[in-house]
């Protein structure tokens, strides 16, 4: 049982490059998710999607677009990377269930140099 | 503004218990959850609270008081792998996870 995959692990970046981080969900789960992990903050939620073919913007999205053309799969992408994206991705799902509960991926550590 | 407070690192001994709390203000509420982070892999889910009282599961409960807009999460019976952070999240009226810094415990033998 997979879960939910991200590729890749880790990555570094030089500023002004497009990247994309992929996320694939086997669960067959509704929501996806995208958020950033930063020392001494929150998780904070950059996109998300409630069911294929719809997304919608988080508390950050500046500088991330995202794309859910079905169930299975939500990659991220920056189109034109800058240093304060350096941060730790983790991509989740829910089957939006009585508790809804997140289900995460391993996450992308990505630095932007 | 809407704000989850926990403490930033607490230190417990093998075998003991540990209390870590979570405070919060948020435009409404539906439901508060705790999740489990070791280092360097992703938040697992431990527990969910959305009415007031104890919600007990093996060796950890949850606490929630939504007048006082509390809650703790109770580790009994510490083990080493208990080192992780601890986060604490809030469901608001939008049903968006709020989510707090988390909290680092670290257990000594």
Known sequence: IAGITQAPTSQILAAGRRMTLRCTQDMRHNAMYWYRQDLGLGLRLIHYSNTAGTTGKGEVPDGYSVSRANTDDFPLTLASAVPSQTSVYFCASSDGGATGELFFGEGSRLTVL | ?109
């Not at chain 2, 892999?41 to 509390?70: H, I, M, Q």
């Open chain 2, 1 to 109: 503004g809407q704000n989850i407070d926990q403490p930033t690192e607490m230190t417990a001994t093998e075998g003991a218990i540990v209390q870590i709390n979570c405070t919060y203000q948020t435009s409404g509420f539906n439901g508060l959850f705790w999740y489990q982070q070791h280092a360097g892999e992703a938040p697992t889910f431990l527990s969910y609270n959305v009415l007031d009282g104890l919600e007990e599961k093996g060796r950890f409960s949850s606490f929630l008081s939504r007048s006082k807009g509390y809650s703790y999460l109770l580790l009994k019976e510490l083990q080493m792998k208990d080192s992780a952070s601890y986060l604490c999240a809030v469901r608001d009226s939008n049903y968006q996870l709020i989510w707090g810094a988390g909290t680092k415990l670290i257990i000594k033998p």
